[in-house]
Every structure is written in structure tokens, then in C-alpha cells.
């Protein structure tokens, strides 16, 4: 008797958390999340920058299209690298966070991080975009691409005598027909 009124109670509580929200609140919602969407668009650092480890620096965002629900948002964001077609995010480490995507700006300070020519930053909040690449470097100098080379590097050895080449397949003779 007690496990049939347990079972019982059990069974109405789970029903009544399953039902199906009213269509005017599903609606509401669903116009509140198309509303919060946001992309907005990094314009510095842009291709070609190069930032010192331990500089100041400006990230700067476009705000046109700000949705009035993100004027307040508290925005984040994190560095990353290019590479292996990833972002590689510095999650555990935010560069900037607790800013105002109405400010469209944020000082960083540049982390002590490898020399590189591959950066990003993200910009997050209820969205997120990702700058151009961009240099960080130590000493404030641009890397060559040796430095940041993916690709293995080759090597020549100058060939001082002719190699015979010989083929198994005949040439076609090249005299000319006469009529």
C-alpha cells in the first residue's frame, strides 16, 4: 500500500513537470533568445599588428546593432592561436572580462606568451567572433615565417656531375615522311 501511494505521488509530480509549456510563453521566449543575438564584428587587432608581451593594448568592437537585453552584458574575452584549423581558445585564462559591450573597447595587458604570428582574440558574451590573426612577440619584432614554419624544411644538395638517365620506353623516331 505505501509503495502504490509513493509510486503514485511520484508518478503525478514527473506529469505535471512534463507538460508542455502555453504557446504564449514558448513564443516569448523564443522572440527574447532572436532578440539577444549579436555578432559583433572585432576591428582591432586587425592583419599585421604585432603586440609586445607586456604591453598595453586596445581590442576595439563594432556596436552598431547592440541589442538593448546586451547594453549591460559583461563580455569576455580570450586569446587564441590558429592551428590544426582551431581556435585554441585560452579558456582557463581571459585576457579581459566584467566589461560592457556598449564600451567598444577594453585595455589589455599583453601575456607573456610564445612568439607567434597566428593570435586571435575572441570577443564572447551571447555571441562570439574572432578577430584577424595577428603577431604577439617578445620583443616587439615581426617572426620570419622560419620561425613559424608548419611545413618541414627541406633541404638541396647541389648536384656537381650529370645523372645518365636511362629509360626503358622507346622514343618515337622523328624522321620526316617524304611523299
Known amino acids: ?9 511520484l508518478a503525478v509530480a514527473l506529469s505535471a513537470s512534463a507538460s508542455p509549456l502555453s ?17 559583433p564584428k572585432v576591428n582591432t587587432p586587425t592583419t599585421g599588428t604585432v603586440w609586445t608581451t ?22 569576455v574575452i580570450y586569446l587564441g592561436h590558429i592551428e590544426n584549423d582551431s581556435e585554441n581558445l585560452d579558456i582557463a585564462n581571459p585576457i579581459a ?17 610564445e612568439t607567434r604570428p597566428d593570435y586571435i582574440v575572441a570577443l564572447l558574451g551571447d555571441s562570439g567572433n ?8 617578445k620583443d616587439g619584432a615581426i617572426p620570419s615565417p622560419a620561425e613559424n614554419a608548419t611545413e618541414p624544411v627541406t633541404s638541396s644538395v ?12 622507346a622514343t618515337p623516331d ?3 615522311i617524304e611523299n
Not at 1 to 9: G, L, N, P, Q
Not at 29 to 36: E, F, H, L, M
Request: charge should be negative; charged fraction near 20%.
Open 1 to 9: 500500500m505505501k509503495f502504490t501511494t509513493v509510486f503514485t505521488c
Open 23 to 39: 504557446n504564449s510563453r514558448v513564443g516569448s521566449r523564443a522572440a527574447n533568445i532572436a532578440s539577444d543575438v549579436w555578432d
Open 54 to 75: 607586456g604591453s598595453k593594448q586596445n581590442i576595439t568592437w563594432d556596436t552598431a546593432g547592440i541589442p538593448e537585453e546586451a547594453l549591460d552584458t559583461p563580455g
Open 97 to 113: 572580462k566584467g566589461f560592457k559591450y556598449r564600451d567598444g573597447t577594453v585595455e589589455v595587458t599583453v601575456p607573456d606568451v
Open 130 to 137: 574572432i578577430s584577424p590573426q595577428f603577431t604577439i612577440s
Open 158 to 169: 647541389p648536384v656537381t656531375s650529370p645523372i645518365p638517365v636511362t629509360s626503358p620506353v
Open 174 to 176: 622523328t624522321t620526316p
